[in-house]
């Protein structure tokens, strides 16, 4: 006899579920701030607020903005814009191009935590030669201006408000960099790295607070309590502990008083701290870096 043997193999499969994480989204909210005018040479002048707000399912980068200009007037009139955290720019400065002009402004770390909120300005500074008359707006058109790690909201509070320019003459500060005397940096304490002069043109001005920016490698805690003096080195402003990343804000503890063609002598201190690999290369690196107002 015959026997047929079949074997049945049976298998038992598992089926995991894929899970897929909800990428993060980040809600921007555009608030045009209302002001009379533009000054013609002003600086550090507010165009627009924006509320950032990430989801709560992962941290956010923001990463680029690109601006829109828009009104009756020529784009070249806005020389630089950038962005601001309070009275500190985070951005280096863009300047507008194009037949359809856009600017677009670089955030180097600007991290938005998960179900949290930040605040940031987009500030412009104008040319002292702006036709006076002349109306300038910054606009976010779509979702695609902003480049991020998360898929982007855009909110439009209000309708964009053109700005118009005025006939001011608000003054001019000039800054010349001078020689270090021959010092070389040297590890240690309370080193002179950067002299600079400050020279009031056409107007008396008040200067209230100075940043400056280190283009060179060394960042954060290689540059410690650095303050700014006059020649005989005596503190003018309140010490800084440390870099914040490449640049530091340093606020006068009383404005600086520049008659008009006076000159200031300005010198800043720190404790260097970096190894030999590290290098400093101050510099002021924007006009609105030198925050000044006319003496009225």
Do not use: W
Not at 119 to 132: H, P
Not at 198 to 223: H, M, P, W, Y
């Amino acid at each position: 006899m015959n026997h047929r043997i079949f074997i049945a193999a049976f298998f038992l499969c598992t089926f995991i579920p894929l899970s897929h994480a909800k990428s993060p989204e980040l809600t921007v909210s555009v608030h045009p701030i209302s002001a009379a005018s533009l000054a013609q040479g002003a600086t550090r002048v507010p165009m627009v607020k924006l509320t950032l707000t990430a989801s709560c399912d992962a941290d956010v980068t923001l990463r680029t903005i690109t601006l829109h200009h828009a009104g009756l007037g020529a784009a070249a009139d806005i020389t630089h814009v950038y962005g601001m955290d309070m009275q500190t720019r985070i951005t280096r400065s863009s300047t507008f191009q194009g037949k359809n002009p856009t600017a677009k402004l670089r955030f180097a770390s600007l991290m938005i935590p998960a179900c949290q909120s930040r605040s940031i300005t987009i500030a412009a500074d104008i040319s002292k030669n702006a036709a006076a008359g002349s109306m300038h707006a910054l606009e976010i058109r779509s979702p695609h201006d902003i480049k991020t790690n998360a898929t982007v909201v855009l909110q439009k509070n209000s309708q964009t408000k053109a700005l118009t320019t005025a006939p001011a003459n608000i003054g001019l500060v000039t800054v010349s960099y001078l020689p270090l005397n021959g010092e070389s940096v040297l590890f240690g304490k309370n080193r002179t790295l950067f002299r600079f002069s400050l020279k009031a043109e056409s107007k008396d001005q008040f200067i209230d607070a100075v940043t400056v920016t280190n283009l060179g490698s060394a960042r954060s805690g290689d540059l410690q309590n650095i303050f700014l003096s006059g020649s005989d080195g005596v503190p003018l402003t309140a010490i800084a502990p440390t870099l914040d990343g490449s640049a530091v804000r340093l606020i006068f503890l009383t404005p600086v008083t520049l008659s008009r063609n006076a000159t200031k002598v300005v010198q800043l201190h720190a404790a260097v701290t970096a190894s030999k690999r590290r290098t400093i290369r101050l510099s002021i690196e924007e006009p609105s870096d030198i925050e000044a107002r006319t003496a009225r």
